[in-house]
């Protein structure tokens, strides 16, 4: 088998924390990640190499060294807020930082991956066409997908290697210190709720309640990123990313009220930016009551984020026939899997229980 020696872009992240536990675990890959800061926790089998992404010349320093490079998995972000345009000139800059600089190292480049998401298909900003499909035509919006998907199909051309995308939807996964997480932020949520003596209202649009929506574990997106970076017939092609089912917070509500013993409310739309501005010193009353380890509420919940996931009165829906058809049969159970990590953390003593 010929080596394969992988660069994974991002690797402190969310996604690249998988990805990079997803490679370390297989046998035939040599695993480096690129990341700004050094990591929390060291993954066995994984080196790791600091960079800033958008420094082209220390960027190209950085990985001079890697001569044997084959694979390239790009799992940054620019630095964005919620509920706006994410930009695409500073997307679009990272990601071509990364591949410049792996071309001048590698002797044969082969393979660059891409994360992008359901923000390719607008699902953040309002109605879309469901299920989206991966041929679908793009809207006419600014997106940053659009820029990288055009740069990586060029640099490819030009520089006789080929690529892949993935397009996960929301992401469940367990990630203590990253705000930015669906499960924790509703933990948070419904633990500050529980102290005020408040009942578990759903903050969301009342159309959101009833809205049918999707999400991907992020295990199962790591193991469809490493298949089709391993499956000829995948080349030059994008593949949606989910769990394959769908649900409703309807249904979800009620149980995630059970988990933190709470009293199921009603439908209450509100702005969590704002009405959580103000409880850090709660949060501490929390973690000190409970035992949990210590952190900022900052560490255990985006409020924006939360904002922009449940305020979504339409259907998320992305098909997954293509990643079937082409062999990957990757799932997983939406309520499940988030009801599981919910306990998780609060084995862990990020949530209480």
Avoid at 43 to 58: H, L
Avoid at 63 to 71: C, V
Wanted: aromatic share 10%.
């Amino acid at each position: 088998m010929t080596a394969r020696v992988a660069l994974i872009a991002g690797v402190t992240g969310a996604v690249g924390t998988a990805l990079a536990r997803e490679l370390a675990s297989r046998s035939g890959w040599t695993v480096y990640g690129l990341s700004r800061t050094p990591p929390q926790t060291a993954i066995y089998g994984v080196q790791y190499i600091r960079g800033d992404m958008a420094d082209a010349v220390g960027c190209r320093e950085a990985l001079s060294g890697l001569t044997a490079l084959s694979h390239v998995f790009y799992c940054a972000r620019a630095t964005h807020a919620e509920q706006v345009l994410e930009s695409a000139e500073d997307n679009l800059q990272l990601l071509d930082n990364v591949i410049t600089a792996a071309e001048c190292a590698a002797e044969r480049l082969r393979h660059v991956h891409v994360v992008q998401g359901g923000k390719y298909y607008g699902v953040h900003l309002g109605p879309f066409p469901t299920p989206a499909r991966e041929d679908d035509a793009r809207a006419p919006i600014p997106n940053f997908n659009y820029d990288q998907q055009d740069h990586v199909a060029a640099r490819a051309d030009d520089g006789g290697w080929q690529w892949t995308t993935s397009r996960p939807n929301t992401l469940l996964h367990f990630s203590p210190g990253n705000g930015r997480n669906i499960v924790s932020t509703l933990g948070a949520y419904a633990a500050i709720c529980r102290e005020l003596g408040a009942a578990l209202d759903f903050p969301g649009h009342p159309g959101a309640w009833d809205s049918v929506t999707q999400m991907t574990t992020i295990e199962v997106l790591a193991r469809g990123i490493v298949w089709m970076s391993e499956t000829a017939a995948c080349a030059n092609h994008s593949f949606n990313m989910t769990n394959t089912d769908v649900f409703r917070w309807r249904t979800l509500w009620p149980q995630m009220a059970a988990v933190f013993q709470m009293p199921l409310a009603s439908v209450r739309p509100l702005c969590l930016r704002e009405v959580m501005a103000e409880r850090e010193d709660l949060w501490q009353q929390i973690c000190s009551r409970y035992g949990l380890k210590p952190a900022a509420l900052a560490q255990v919940a985006n409020w924006g984020f939360a904002d922009a996931t449940l305020e979504r009165y339409w259907d998320e829906i992305l098909s997954h026939n293509k990643c079937r058809q082409f062999g990957y049969d990757g799932w997983d159970d939406s309520e499940a899997r988030m009801l599981g990590l919910f306990s998780r953390y609060q084995q862990e003593g990020v949530l209480p229980r």
